[in-house]
């Protein structure tokens, strides 16, 4: 129930970073479904948990796993519009989700640099989100210096 929201969040979050970061040991990874219902689980209690983030987490997954391996592109976009919409656009890591994630999977380079940019030129959130935001800022920083490794050059 309600009260559960943040063990379930932080516990599938967990179990998804132990799989993320195991070097791709397939007993961990039989696990990561496990890891996507406890977070699922979360979102259907309280969407608007720790600003969306479990909507960004959720959106990440399914944009980083080809649809092969049950990836979803179309859910991944869902996820992270559904949570920008909650946050209001002011947690910026889920901004830097979409745009890592989405964008470079999708190939939407237009999408890619906005939201980069977005992150750059935003006024500050306030207390609650300026150490997150300060390290999404940072990271755009450099992940904007990559776009043409990741696109191809735009159309004349």
Do not use: C
Not at 54 to 75: C, H, R, S
Request: proline content about 4%; hydrophobic content about 40%.
């Amino acid at each position: 129930d309600q009260e559960d929201v943040a063990s379930l969040y932080y516990a599938g979050l967990a179990w998804g970073s132990a799989i993320a970061n195991s070097g791709g040991d397939m007993k961990m990874f039989a696990d990561a479904a496990v890891a996507r219902q406890l977070l699922e689980r979360s979102v259907e209690l309280d969407p608007s948990y720790n600003d969306a983030g479990g909507l960004g987490v959720l959106g990440t997954v399914e944009a980083a796993f080809p649809q092969l391996f049950g990836g979803d592109l179309n859910k991944s976009k869902a996820y992270y519009e559904r949570a920008i919409e909650i946050s209001k656009r002011r947690n910026h890591l889920i901004l830097l989700g979409y745009a890592r994630n989405y964008a470079v999977a999708k190939q939407d380079r237009p999408l890619y640099v906005k939201l980069l940019e977005e992150i750059l030129n935003a006024p500050d959130a306030g207390w609650e989100l300026r150490l997150s935001n300060k390290v999404a800022r940072h990271r755009a920083e450099r992940y904007i210096q990559q776009v043409d490794k990741l696109f191809d050059p735009p159309a004349p």
